[in-house]
């Protein structure tokens, strides 16, 4: 592709949760200059399925390490999530038509192929709605910049699954989404919008990151417009101290905290 840059590129997982992205993304940008063109669709991993429940395991749970005890708890919490999202945002929508696709491992976002594909798509905007990182060179590809939705108000709970830190820090009045700018820190580039959620007593990390993404659905395409448009407002973030976290923070103790805390 020639010319100027114009139009849009997101990259997302294919998930049901990227799909419905496109699907918006696609709609709120159909009546202007600047399309959606192009999708990088990141695969997951498929989810283990969970185990039959056999008569008589229950003597030898003490047997089953706290590993998988913990990883089957949050699996269904996850499922739970997952059909509450599916409830309130409808069935899954194909990616949309017209654009170009390019499905690709988490392995494949930042290489040489992948750089070279998008910038044949000479888009303006590069979108992220639940990516894997991305290298200097992928954040530099188009003019606007890249635009980012992270699950918690920033500055605050920086890095992966803000929602399990906010749950097992007791710590939900930090709640919500960050639609930001993306530089070469972790979740600390300008943010454009915030939308807050009001999490009660009792929920659980998974249901939380559900209604994020619900919101995220409104939220991301409105900030594209703006951004497009010109009339976004950028704003700073404040230095903060709080670490960024990390998947491999996750461990089967921190599960153990959390799950618990929802008990409670």
Same mark, same amino acid.
């Given at each position: 592709m020639?010319?100027?840059?114009?139009?849009?590129? +997101?990259?997302?997982?294919?998930?049901?949760?990227g799909h419905h992205m496109a699907q918006r993304l696609s709609q709120a940008l159909a009546d202007g200059d600047d399309p959606l063109r192009a999708i990088l669709a990141v695969r997951t991993k498929a989810p283990k399925p969970a185990q039959r429940r056999?008569?008589?395991?229950h003597r030898l749970r003490r047997l089953v390490s706290l590993r #998988? /005890?913990?990883?089957?708890?949050?699996? %269904? +919490? %996850?499922?739970?999530? #997952?059909?509450?999202?599916a409830r309130a945002a409808g069935p899954v929508p194909a990616w949309p038509s017209g654009c170009a696709l390019r499905p690709c491992s988490r392995g494949q976002v930042n290489d040489a192929a992948t750089l070279r594909w998008m910038r044949e798509r000479n888009v303006r905007?590069?979108?992220?709605?639940?990516?894997?990182?991305?290298?200097?060179?992928?954040?530099?590809?188009?003019?606007?910049?890249?635009?980012?939705?992270?699950?918690?108000?920033?500055?605050?709970?920086r890095g992966t699954r803000a929602e399990f830190w906010q749950v097992h820090n007791g710590d939900t009045d930090r709640a919500g989404?960050?639609?930001h700018f993306v530089d070469t820190g972790v979740d600390s580039g300008d943010i454009v919008l915030q939308v807050p959620q009001r999490a009660a007593p009792g929920d659980d990390p998974w249901l939380?990151?559900?209604?994020? %993404?619900?919101?995220?659905? #409104?939220?991301?395409?409105?900030?594209v417009r703006a951004v497009l448009a010109g009339t976004a407002t950028r704003r700073p973030q404040i230095p903060t101290r709080e670490r960024a976290y990390r998947f491999s923070d996750?461990?089967? %103790?921190?599960?153990?905290?959390?799950?618990? /805390?929802v008990r409670r």
């Open positions: 020639t010319g100027a840059p114009s139009g849009v590129a +997101l990259i997302t997982f294919d998930t049901a949760y056999v008569p008589g395991l #998988d /005890r913990m990883a089957h708890r949050a699996w %269904q +919490l %996850q499922r739970r999530a #997952d059909a509450a999202f905007l590069l979108v992220l709605a639940g990516a894997p990182i991305l290298r200097a060179p992928m954040i530099g590809i188009a003019p606007l910049g890249v635009l980012n939705v992270h699950s918690s108000l920033l500055p605050h709970y989404l960050t639609v939380m990151r559900s209604r994020n %993404q619900l919101n995220a659905l #409104d939220a991301l395409p409105r900030a996750i461990t089967p %103790q921190a599960t153990r905290r959390v799950i618990a /805390r």
